[in-house]
């Protein structure tokens, strides 16, 4: 079911985590020093995170330069799609030569910290890990068979992947400027949470 990411909290700190990356390497979010953080829940079977991967990967390669990392965590319950589970997740981030740790979130307590709610969701955050930005990467969506729902973002599928939203928030918190006003929420696939875990909003 497609879902639009929930937009809250902005200012609230980083939800802390340790989780394993695909080598198996405990990662922790004091661990990612530099000015701006990017946190994306992503997964590997949703369509809307394939349709923007390779920009995402380009754009984490072209910032890491600039002061960004970027973090992806997949939070999905294998019971109803076994592609997103770890050994595939493992096989997902070799295949795709991801430039950034992919974690595996099993419990799914960070997806919830971090009020995630869809793939790709996106939390950037500030030198003082305070959310700045939670918005869509860009306008482009892949061509869905969901309808569209009353009240929410256009379902562009005319556009290339450019990461022009988030290119213009990681370039305003570098710059030392406010966060951009009008913040589009993303869309894409809802996570998959495990019996007992789906929150009231999931």
């Known amino acids: 079911m497609l879902r639009w990411s929930r937009q809250l909290d902005y200012g609230q700190q980083a939800a802390p985590f340790a989780l394993p990356d695909t080598d198996g390497r405990i990662r922790t979010l004091e661990e990612f020093e530099a000015p701006a953080l990017l946190v994306a829940f992503i997964c590997n079977h949703c ?3 394939l349709h923007v991967l390779p920009g995402l990967i380009d754009f984490a390669r072209e910032y890491a330069s600039r002061g960004l990392q970027v973090v992806a965590i997949s939070s999905n319950s294998p019971e109803e799609f076994p592609e997103d589970g770890y050994p595939h997740m493992q096989r997902f981030a ?4 991801l430039p950034f740790p992919y974690l595996h979130d ?3 307590d960070v ?3 971090y009020n995630a709610i869809c793939t790709p969701d996106f939390f ?3 030198p003082d890990r305070a959310l700045f930005y939670t918005g869509q990467f860009c ?3 892949p061509k869905l068979p969901h309808p569209p729902v009353p009240g929410a973002p256009p379902q562009r599928t005319d556009v290339p992947v450019t990461g022009q939203d988030m290119r213009a928030a990681v370039d305003a918190l570098l710059a030392g400027r406010p966060a951009p006003e009008h ?3 993303s869309a894409g ?4 949470w495990l019996p007992g875990k789906n929150p009231s909003w999931g």
């Open 47 to 49: 369509p809307v995170v």
């Open 106 to 108: 099993e419990s799914q």
């Open 94 to 97: 070799k295949d795709h030569d």
């Open 139 to 141: 306008a482009s969506r």
């Open 124 to 126: 950037l955050y500030g």
């Open 111 to 113: 997806a919830l910290a």
């Open 189 to 192: 696939c809802s996570i998959k």
């Open 183 to 185: 913040q589009v929420p």
